[in-house]
């Protein structure tokens, strides 16, 4: 049973994290954003003008668009590099000192649905 919780801030206070322990985070928050893509897709309905490839062709869009995390990884230069898979953190292109780390799963839902998602997460990381 999926609950939506209300919004809140949850600051964390002396935390040490390396490469690793942000790759770990994505990949646990990326099984919830799956999770969530499993809840929602089953539960939609072929509209009756809809034929069945046209509904399969939106469900695959649908995943492939919607449910993804999107991440900014920033460099204390201001120089910063956005991907949407665990990629982006050993990229040749990723910012050799980081200054902060930004993991949502809203940015592509919006884009593909045009609202933001029920169960929904923005988590800044600074250092």
């Known amino acids: 049973m999926l609950l939506h919780l209300p919004r809140k801030v949850v600051p964390l206070v002396a935390i040490k994290l390396n490469l690793d322990d942000v790759v770990s985070i994505y990949q646990r928050l990326l099984q919830q954003v799956n999770e969530q893509a499993d809840y929602e897709l089953s539960r939609l309905k072929r509209q009756d003008n809809q034929t069945e490839e046209a509904f399969q062709d939106y469900i695959k869009r649908a995943r492939d668009q919607a449910f993804k995390i999107t991440i900014t990884v920033t460099g204390r230069d201001g120089q910063s590099l956005t991907g ?44």
């Open 84 to 127: 949407e898979d665990a990629t982006i953190f050993h990229s040749p292109n990723r910012p050799d000192k980081v200054a902060s780390i930004y993991l949502t799963n809203a940015t592509a839902y919006q884009a593909f649905a045009g609202v933001r998602p029920l169960n929904s997460f923005d988590l800044y990381l600074d250092f």
